[in-house]
Nanobody, 121 residues
């Protein structure tokens, strides 16, 4: 079993920055892919950024140029640096990891519990 724990959320003013982290622990062989999602007031969960094991990244149009995703394969951790934050960035941020568990030849998706980000104007 694998557990994901997000951290780094909080209250920030417009234009401010936050750095989110998501650490995976458990019986991990390797992590193929990480994704950050945001769930807004409408409860819709939207993709914010993703990174694969080759460090190829992709971003939602709304965050390009402001957010940066990175990962540390040795620590099984992914980060989301969020700069120039806007009120519409407010929500609960969840990480999702596509994990190959030890002894498996297939991958399994896991979710964290989320970390709340509030951007105040």
């Amino acid at each position: 079993q694998v557990r994901l724990v997000e951290s780094g959320g909080g209250l920030v003013q417009v234009g401010g920055s936050l750095r989110l982290s998501c650490a995976a622990s458990g019986s991990i062989a390797h992590i193929r892919h990480w994704v950050w999602f945001r769930q807004g007031p409408d409860y819709e969960r939207v993709l914010v950024a993703s990174i694969n094991s080759n460090s190829r990244t992709s971003y939602a149009e709304s965050v390009k140029g402001r957010f940066a995703i990175s990962n540390d394969n040795a620590k099984h951790t992914v980060y989301l640096q969020m700069n120039n934050l806007k009120p519409e960035d407010t929500g609960v941020y969840y990480c999702n990891a596509d994990v190959v568990n030890l002894g498996d030849d297939f991958s399994t998706h896991y979710w964290g519990e989320g970390t709340r980000v509030t951007v105040s104007s």
